[in-house]
């Protein structure tokens, strides 16, 4: 944090008003000379408010000592030059020096040399004894005030940061929605650190949005999309780590998404919000003051940002949650282990007839006709039993009771799981009548949502997660019946070239279209191909051996030339190319699967070694 000019020389004023308390305590030596300590506010003024401070602070110590202490003469001439050059020192070295405990032995030493050199100035060698006992009196009070300095500092630090993360986590729950959210993590990490300009960026893969900004004292919401690489931070941001720019005139961030503050900034700090290990955002702050961010800047923003971090998330979370649970036209009913509503959607509003803070708090039982609330409370037990969080439970047609007293045929699928040890029960219900095409739509999805977990995002074949489930049934299976496995593990040629080449756009084409042709040619074969992650595939051929898998193999290479993708970095051909591994074993029941996917992944490498767009076998023992 910053202070103000004028603050600086009222603290200096205060610490001046401090070193004359002390020298009415002083001890006079002779009529001319007087002992005490009253060049400790001197260090704390430097330490606090810099050069200004000081120098306030020894011009009041030398207008006392003047106008108190006997008039102008040598000794207070001295003593007031002196104070000065106390104050001159002792400011740059706290201003210039980086560690805490650094600035205070520099500090130190600098007083007592001045110290030393006016005593022996004016008192000669009898300045000795005096000295003997002074020094070390000046040295203890300064490591005192100093000790005593950096434990109030670290306590007035730590209250303010959990006063603050305290405050935010208040304004974290009023806040209704995610918008919210941005608005208010921005505008009190701007507050906190009194900075220019900021904004928050959320960021999914390689492609972020803008959505809040604070720019000339107005806060706004936006929706502006960006490339993550617009941004020259982005690279230790993705990483978790804070990037800093101190001062824009010696390093400036120089991202087409960064120039939007480039005006009157001279430093800022972008600060990823990680979640789950994975940076789903970033927060950016600005300020007209170069070397503005310190050290102990960065410290507080790693205690808060986690809180942050974690209510962005709770809130997107929630409100997907809303927005499913209220897109419903089923009626969706939460309940804590009491059986008491506690959540209820808008299709339970319009199958009932109660609005959200009328049914909240009742019993579940009070929306069910009274001829079957004792199966419904049998149900509720059945599912604490059993505990289907897993799915949807078994399903109970029940007589509902409308607001207006009217009978509706409903069906109820109870569920229950358990949070900080106290039971929940969700309940899904329907009209009868819409069962069936309701039954139809909910399998649809919970299939659509298997398949699309299944699919890699980027080419909609098969992905490393389904892999690894068809690889172990397929070696299982080999297992028991005793019949070879072949896996191909598949690489497109200096990729990487050609992505630097082509760019990332044209990139992705080029894997869509191999995908497409391996997962075709697997196809046809009653194959199974899959992305295993970046450029690199995966085939899984059931009761193949070495030789057909071979051949299996350099038909994909053909297939992949055939396709006649321009690559004009490649070093061995004009056109994208493919390198194959191929490994076969014969499992036994007592075996496991590893080294074989191990073994297809050197054979890969051995085909790059000898030139790759080629086929290169192994057979495991």
């Not at 006649?564 to 490649?570: F, L, T, V, W």
């Given at each position: ?458 080419t909609g074949i098969r992905n490393r997660r389904s892999f690894d489930e068809r690889y172990s049934r397929l070696w299982t ?145």
């Amino acid at each position: 944090m910053k202070s103000s000019t004028i603050g600086k020389l009222r603290f200096g004023f205060l610490q001046g008003v401090h070193s004359l308390l002390l020298m009415i305590f002083s001890v006079r030596f002779d009529e001319n000379v007087i002992i005490d300590i009253r060049q400790i506010p001197i260090l704390i003024a430097a330490h606090f408010g810099g050069i200004p401070s000081a120098i306030v602070t020894a011009v009041v110590i030398s207008l006392y000592r003047i106008l108190f202490y006997g008039g102008i003469y040598s000794a207070s001439v001295t003593a007031s030059i002196g104070a000065i050059i106390m104050s001159v020192g002792a400011g740059l070295i706290f201003t210039r020096v980086g560690r805490y405990w650094h600035k205070w032995a520099f500090g130190t030493a600098w007083i007592l040399l001045i110290v030393a050199a006016m005593f022996l100035y004016l008192l000669g060698a009898s300045a000795g004894p005096i000295l003997q006992s002074l020094l070390p009196l000046l040295a203890i009070s300064s490591i005192f005030t100093a000790a005593f300095i950096r434990y109030y500092e670290q306590a007035s630090e730590n209250f303010s940061v959990n006063a603050f993360i305290s405050e935010l986590t208040q304004k974290f729950r009023q806040s209704p929605d995610a918008p919210d959210i941005y608005v208010t993590s921005l505008k009190e990490m701007i507050h906190l650190f009194r900075c220019s300009a900021g904004s928050i960026v959320l960021i999914s893969h390689n492609h972020c949005k803008s959505v809040c900004q604070y720019v000339d004292g107005e806060y706004m919401m936006i929706n502006r999309s960006h490339h993550l690489t617009d941004f020259s931070a982005h690279q230790r941001v993705m990483n978790g780590q804070i990037a800093s720019y101190p001062d824009w005139l010696e390093n400036r961030p120089e991202g087409s998404a960064d120039l939007q503050y480039q005006r009157r900034i001279r430093s800022s700090i972008y600060v990823p919000i990680v979640y789950k290990d994975k940076t789903i955002a970033m927060i950016h702050l600005a300020s007209r003051y170069p070397r503005h961010f310190k050290d102990k800047d960065l410290e507080t923003i790693l205690k808060v940002v986690p809180l942050i971090s974690l209510m962005m998330s709770l809130k997107e979370s929630e409100s997907m949650f809303n927005a499913i649970m209220h897109s419903s036209n089923d009626a969706i009913i939460v309940a804590n282990h009491e059986g008491n509503i506690e959540l209820w959607n808008t299709g339970a509003e319009r199958l009932f007839g109660y609005a959200e803070e009328e049914a909240a708090g009742l019993p579940f039982s009070f929306i069910i006709a009274d001829s079957d609330k004792a199966k419904l409370l049998e149900q509720l037990e059945h599912a604490k039993v059993n505990e289907t969080m897993s799915g949807i439970g078994q399903t109970i047609e029940l007589e509902g009771l409308h607001r207006n007293l009217s009978m509706i045929p409903i069906e109820v699928a109870i569920s229950s799981w358990e949070t900080g040890g106290l039971m929940h029960y969700s309940g899904i219900i329907r009209n009868a009548t819409a069962r069936k095409q309701t039954e139809g739509r909910l399998m649809q999805a919970k299939e659509m949502f298997r398949k699309l977990s299944k699919l890699d995002g980027l080419t909609g074949i098969r992905n490393r997660r389904s892999f690894d489930e068809r690889y172990s049934r397929l070696w299982t299976e080999a297992a028991h019946q005793s019949v070879p496995l072949s896996v191909i593990m598949l690489d497109i040629d200096f990729f990487k070239a050609f992505n630097d080449t082509y760019g990332h756009q044209v990139g992705d084409s080029c894997l869509k279209k191999v995908a497409g042709v391996l997962d075709q040619i697997a196809a046809d074969h009653g194959y199974f191909a899959a992305r295993y992650g970046g450029e690199e595939f995966v085939c899984l051929l059931p009761k193949t051996t070495t030789e057909a898998a071979r051949a299996f193999g350099e038909m994909l290479c053909t297939a992949v030339r055939d396709i006649g993708i321009p690559h004009k970095k490649s070093l061995i051909s004009t056109v994208v190319t493919v390198s194959i591994g191929v490994a076969t074993i014969t499992p036994s029941p007592l075996s496991t699967g590893e080294s074989l996917v191990e073994l297809a992944d050197k054979a890969l490498y051995q085909a790059k070694l000898e030139g790759r767009n080629q086929v290169v076998t192994v057979m495991a023992g």
